[in-house]
């Protein structure tokens, strides 16, 4: 009996061993894939994310149709809402609540305005050629959200109680999408702001906590509503792109721009995590590139006024759909995050007075990047330097066309030398036309500097 019992411990080992490596050698590799198509005002854009709470004194839908010719001037491209639905009150975080926390997709907070304000910012935002996405908060709702009606709609314990995503989410309840029930009203929903609001796509929260078999049945039934939109996905997994969404969040490009800035890592290690992230995705995937969003500390606080802007001209300059957070074209400061999230703390538009060089950037990079086709679809080729440790070197290059970045990402000047031949001139914005000592190369503390090959 004994042996018996060993036998059998013996052949359950062996299976386990052989299950597991048949898991390994069928496990899905997405980076031999090709990821969804995007159209090419997707490929093109530059994304501006607004706070409505925090956009203005008001806070509502008309301040920003009000200031939609200024962002039509700066260059942006996609207007990103953050939710724009009433926000629960039972369990809510602060004074406010968070936007997060919503009481009713089908409906628009009041403290905004109403649904014809929110249509009239649409169609505003369309008269200008640019596009308008909104929020989705897809993986849970407020607790006294409408849809608690219908209690199977929401994941329970062994209890039978309610509960939440995550601990410290204790101002929503979780969404059970094993119910199809649940999965038809949400798409529903969906189809409803881009069929009755006209809608350009939308920024799904917490992707990755829904599952992708939904994400993809929702955008197929979308598509019949409207094929041209784009989606964002708040997450950073492969899976998520072949089909369902057009674009992910570069979270592991956005930490290895934090740690490097702070210090933390050299400037290589951003190359090596681009080169990580390049070879997990499918092919021709688009990623956001951010430094600064809600979720996250201003980057001028971060990092000051010249670590913001490097690292926001890595943003511009690298592949990708870059990112515009409300105020950061203005040196802003006024916290986002939590527990800004949950209070009215508007943006401080006048500092702008302080810090002159932030419009001025922020309107000549995106100008710049709007000019240069290499650098809104051009492949990345990485060009060493002669201090991998503090410069970042790339080339942006479609066709004929080749651009030419580096990037100081330390507050110590540079001198040294880049491994690149021919003939190039300055076009970063404000830089001194002349003569290009390329490959010897200078640059300013957390300076610079794009070149044009002749």
């Not at 905004?112 to 008269?127: I, M, N, Q, S």
């Not at 197929?220 to 998520?240: G, I, N, Q, S, Y």
């Not at 003939?423 to 503390?445: C, D, H, R």
Request: with cysteine; proline share 4%; charged share 30%.
């Amino acid at each position: 009996m004994k042996k018996y019992s060993k036998f059998l411990l013996f052949v359950f080992v062996i299976s386990l061993l052989c299950s597991c490596a048949f898991a390994q050698e069928t496990k899905r590799d997405f980076s031999k894939e090709t990821a969804r198509a995007s159209q090419d005002w997707i490929k093109d854009a530059t994304v501006y994310q607004i706070f409505p709470r925090q956009y203005s004194a008001k806070g509502d839908f008309n301040s920003i149709t009000a200031d939609l010719d200024r962002l039509d001037k700066m260059g942006v491209d996609i207007l990103w809402l953050m939710p724009i639905h009433p926000i629960g009150e039972l369990k809510k975080k602060g004074t406010i609540g968070s936007p997060y926390a919503v009481k009713d997709f089908y409906d628009v907070n009041p403290r905004y305005g109403t649904k014809a304000d929110f249509k009239r910012l649409v169609d505003e935002t369309h008269k200008r050629g640019m596009k308008i996405i909104i929020d989705i908060v897809a993986n849970h709702t407020a607790w006294d959200s409408v849809m608690m009606k219908n209690p199977s709609f929401y994941t329970k314990n062994d209890k039978g109680e309610i509960i939440s995503p995550i601990a410290d989410w204790a101002d929503v309840a979780d969404l059970n999408y094993d119910n199809p029930e649940l999965r038809k009203y949400m798409i529903e929903m969906l189809k409803f702001w881009v069929r009755d609001f006209d809608v350009d796509g939308f920024r799904c929260d917490v992707a990755g906590f829904v599952p992708t078999s939904f994400w993809e049945e929702a955008r197929r039934e979308v598509d019949k509503v409207k094929k041209d939109t784009f989606w964002l996905a708040e997450w950073h997994e492969p899976d998520l792109l072949v089909n369902a969404f057009n674009a992910d969040y570069s979270w592991s490009g956005h930490t290895a721009l934090d740690e490097v800035l702070h210090g933390k890592k050299p400037a290589k290690h951003i190359r090596e995590v681009w080169e990580l992230e390049r070879a997990k995705f499918p092919k021709n995937t688009l990623h956001m590139r951010f430094l600064d969003n809600h979720d996250e500390r201003r980057a001028i606080a971060r990092f000051g006024e010249k670590g913001a802007l490097a690292g926001q001209a890595y943003v511009f300059l690298i592949d990708g759909i870059p990112l515009v957070y409300n105020g950061m074209e203005v040196g802003d400061t006024t916290e986002s995050g939590a527990p800004a999230l949950f209070e009215k703390l508007p943006i401080y538009w006048d500092i702008k007075q302080r810090r002159p060089e932030f419009p001025k950037f922020y309107d000549a990079m995106i100008k710049l990047r709007e000019n240069e086709v290499a650098l809104r679809r051009g492949e990345t080729i990485w060009v060493k330097n002669s201090d991998e440790e503090r410069v970042l070197t790339f080339k942006r290059k479609i066709g004929n066309e080749e651009i030419l970045v580096a990037i100081n990402m330390t507050s110590s000047p540079f001198f040294g030398s880049i491994e690149v031949g021919g003939n190039f001139e300055e076009i970063a914005p404000n830089s001194k036309k002349g003569a290009v000592s390329l490959p010897t190369l200078s640059l300013e503390s957390f300076g610079y500097r794009i070149f044009k090959k002749k």
